[in-house]
Nanobody
Framework: QVSLVESGGGLVQAGGSLRLSCTAS?????????IGWFRQAPGKEREGVSV????????YYADSVKGRFTISKDNAKNTVYLQMNSLKPEDTAVYYC??????????????????????WGQGTQVTVSS
């Protein structure tokens, strides 16, 4: 059974930091699939934030978070992290993690295309106050 569980959200003042965790149900998931962080703010569409490659650990970031957020993973703990620094009120959203689909068609999509991913977690709320 594949599952991903997010944690680490909370309320923080602008300029502060949070570290989100995404724990997978098995090591197999991080070994073979990209893992992505996505977010959805009230009234907005879900958007890609950051992705980490399964093979070489290559990382990808949305322009809005480059230089402030860092994605990393610990395969021994089956966990992907999102370190968020210099948080802004516009970072307020529910943050989700998801695994890449096992499909050549899906994997041909852009690395942050939502349709490339599945097994979305339940999300963790991040609120940044001004």
């Amino acid at each position: 059974q594949v599952s991903l569980v997010e944690s680490g959200g909370g309320l923080v003042q602008a300029g502060g930091s949070l570290r989100l965790s995404c724990t997978a149900s098995s090591k197999f998931i991080l070994d073979y699939y990209h893992i992505g962080w996505f977010r959805q703010a009230p009234g907005k569409e879900r958007e890609g934030v950051s992705v980490i490659s399964h093979s070489d650990g290559r990382t990808y970031y949305a322009d809005s978070v480059k230089g402030r957020f860092t994605i990393s993973k610990d395969n021994a703990k089956n966990t992907v992290y999102l370190q968020m620094n210099s948080l802004k009120p516009e970072d307020t959203a529910v943050y989700y993690c998801a695994k890449e689909k096992n499909s050549a068609t899906a994997q041909a999509l852009g690395v942050m295309d939502l349709l490339r991913y599945e097994y979305w977690g339940q999300g963790t709320q991040v609120t940044v106050s001004s």
